[in-house]
Structure formats: C-alpha cells, structure tokens
C-alpha cells in the first residue's frame, strides 16, 4: 500500500466523533462513522497507509489483519466516489 | 429593450431592477415586501437583475415546485429553470448580475415570483458578505430566536401564527438571512405570508373572516401584525419541522439538524459559495440547540416547552419525547 490525500474539492465538518464531507463541485455528501472519521481525518498524504492501519488497530483495539481489510475496503470506496487521490 | 427601472432596497443591498415590462416589476416590487425600515442606511453594495417578459400561450394554474439547477464552472453562471422552461434565470458571479427570461403566462404566479427571480439570485451573492439564506420561520420570545425550518408546506406558517397568539414576536414567516457576529443572528426575509385557505381557516380570531380562495394568497404581516414584527434576532434554537399528525419535539445531534438543514438550504453552485455555505450552516448547527418538532395545532404545549428550553426552568410537558 502507498499514501492517499483526501481530494481538493472535498469540505468536511466533524460532529464529536462522526462527519459529513461534501463534494463542491457535484453537491455530493457522505456521512462516515467513527471509524471512517477517523481514518478520514487521518488521510493528510503525510501518513503512509500501513501508518494509518496501524493507528486505527490502536485507536479501535483490533486486530492488524482486521484493521487492514477494513481500510482497504473502505479507500477503495474513497476512491470510488474520487473523495481522496494517491499521494 | 427594457422601458422601465425600479430599485429595491434589501438588507442594506439595492437592487436595480430593469424590464421590457412593468407589470413584472410592480409584482416584484409590491408583493415583495422587505423591511423598509432599511431604507437609506448604510448600502454595503449593488446588483443589477434584467428581466425579459416574453409572449407565450402556456396556461400556469398553481404555482408548482419544479425546479432544475446547473452550475457552468467556466462561465462562472448559475441556470435556474422554473415551470418547465417558463422562467429562466441565469446568475452571474463575475458580473454579479441577474438575467431573467420569463414567460408572460408566468406573471401569474405572483409572489412567487419573488422567490425565484429575487429571493434565490439575491442568497447567492449575499454569501459573499457572510449573509446565508434558509427556508425558515423565525420567531423571537424574550430576546431569544427559534429557527422552524422546513419544507414549503410543512407548517412555518401555522407555527408562526400560533407562536404570536401566545406572545412570540415574528423576525421571518418563510424567508430568512443568517449571518454570525459572536453569536448567529437572523434577518427578517419579505414581511408577507403565503397562506392557504386551510391554515387561514385555523386563525380566523386573529385574521378575521374571509371567503374561500384557491392555491395559496399572500398576506403583508406587518399589516396585520404591526406590533408583532421584528427586525432581527439572536438565534438560540433550530427546530426541523417533520410533517406528521403528532406533537411531539425531540433533541436532534447536531450533526443529524446540520444534514437535514444542509439538504434543505443546498444549492450546488459555485464552488466557493458551496464551501462557505457548508461550513456556515455547519457551525450554526454545533452552536444551537437542535430539535426535530412535529406539531399539530398544540402550540400551549409547544411554547412551555420552548421556554423551558431558551430559559433553562426544566419541568414536564405535554409534548412527548421519544
């Protein structure tokens, strides 16, 4: 795995331990949990993605394998929608 | 191409107003009623809005909600289209002007009119002064405001005069500008109300009696409640109205209202706007207390309840909490 940034046009706000993003160009927003607040705010393309996985395994208390299928799965779905770039 | 010119004076932002016909301007300027108290202070800065009346032999009954938006990212223009392609309006940033093409069978419409060729154009590039637009009741009681967003349809009006017969001051009927200084506060939109029959019905012992009358009919508040109205206020809550038989009012998270409020207020355009906009209503939402109200007609239980909320007396209520 590599880095990942989250994408220009994304605005977000952080309510206690949830967000909302909104994409500014489409008028698109998505809400994400706890966990995906988490690695949302985590994704400045400074931390590495094996940094990230190891953060959430701490901050969530699971495991590595765990911690990694999930952040995979949900960058891929970052990616998807283009809220984050490679870094 | 445009005969006539009338100006308007909003919130301290006039308005040039420029048509091939008076009969649009006269609707604008009549049923659209901001406060004039405004009138020769201080005029933070000017628009220009040209409407074009065309002949057409479209016959519009009730004025419908259809709606369709585009934002052009190289032209830096917001296109507005109402009633199926009988109003069209484009929004220029750059410029900060309004261009309007209209269908004369669109004059029908009336006040209606006001909201989409002023009311919308205007919110847009009050953004950039900090002043952000929502559908929203507003009333004050005690030096405190409470924000009744909702839907056209689901009972600001109602709230509203059922609120000032128990002694709430009006600042906004459907229309309100919100800005932050400290603390949030909200600008009175057009003192009118779109009213319909059902809800007149409801409030005959302070409207008086009047005859059935189709579709909605707009009312000048301050008119009717002269000593009632206010300028503006300090908002201290945020009620999102649900429809529902119900009465019934519940704490939302602030980031539950600021979803609601956000797809209630959202008009995707330029992306700036988008931003601050966004950001506005999300700070509005963490500084307010946030409640999701359904009310049928219980407004003694509604205004205890509201007391306690803005004065902090806690003590139980006939409204129920889920």
């Known amino acids: 795995m590599g880095a990942h940034k989250r994408a220009d046009e994304i605005e977000w706000k952080m309510f206690d331990d949830e967000s909302l993003l909104l994409n500014v160009r489409t008028g698109y927003y998505f809400r994400l949990n706890a966990v995906g607040s988490f690695i949302w705010s985590s994704l400045d393309g400074n931390r590495s993605d094996d940094e990230i996985v190891r953060l959430i395994a701490d901050a969530f208390e699971t495991t590595s394998e765990q911690a990694r299928n999930d952040y995979r799965a949900f960058i891929a779905e970052l990616v998807e929608e283009k809220l984050i770039l490679n870094a | ?322």
């Open chain 2, 1 to 322: 191409m445009y005969q006539h010119s009338r100006q308007l004076n909003l919130l301290h932002f006039i308005i040039h107003l420029h048509s091939n016909d008076m009969r649009v301007l006269d609707i604008l300027c009549d049923d659209f009623i901001y406060n004039p108290k405004n009138e020769n202070d201080f005029i933070r800065s000017e628009f220009n809005f040209d409407i074009l009346v065309e002949d057409d032999d479209r016959t519009i009954g009730k004025p419908t909600g259809d709606f369709s938006y585009a934002y052009d990212f190289e032209a830096n223009l917001l296109h507005l289209k109402y009633l199926n392609g009988a109003i069209n309006i484009d929004i220029d940033y750059t410029k900060r002007s309004v261009f309007a093409v209209i269908s004369r069978s669109s004059l029908s419409c009336g006040a209606a009119l006001g909201n989409w060729i002023l009311t919308i154009p205007l919110a847009e590039f009050l953004k950039e002064y900090g002043m952000y637009f929502i559908h929203a009741a507003c009333l004050e009681y005690a030096g405190k405001s409470v924000l009744f967003a909702g839907k056209s349809g689901f009972g600001k009006t109602t709230i509203s005069l059922g609120l000032m017969k128990k002694g709430w001051n009006l600042i906004a009927d459907d229309e309100v500008f919100l800005f932050e200084k400290v603390a949030f506060y909200a600008v009175g939109g057009p003192e009118k109300a779109k009213i319909s029959y059902k809800t007149w019905q409801k409030f005959v012992d302070i409207l008086g009696e009047t005859a059935a009358f189709p579709n909605k009919r707009t009312i000048n508040l301050s008119a009717f409640f002269s000593d009632k109205m206010r300028e503006f206020g300090k908002v201290h809550s945020l009620c999102l109205i649900r429809q529902g038989m119900e009465n019934r009012i519940n704490r939302l998270k602030p980031i539950d209202a600021f979803q609601r409020l956000f797809s209630l207020a959202f008009l995707n355009s330029n992306p700036e706007s988008t931003r601050s906009n966004f950001e506005f209503l999300a700070n509005l939402c963490r500084n307010c207390h946030c409640y999701e109200l359904e009310n049928n007609l219980d407004f003694d239980s509604l205004h205890a309840f509201l007391l306690d909320e803005l004065f902090a007396h806690p003590k139980s209520i006939g409204l129920s909490s889920e």
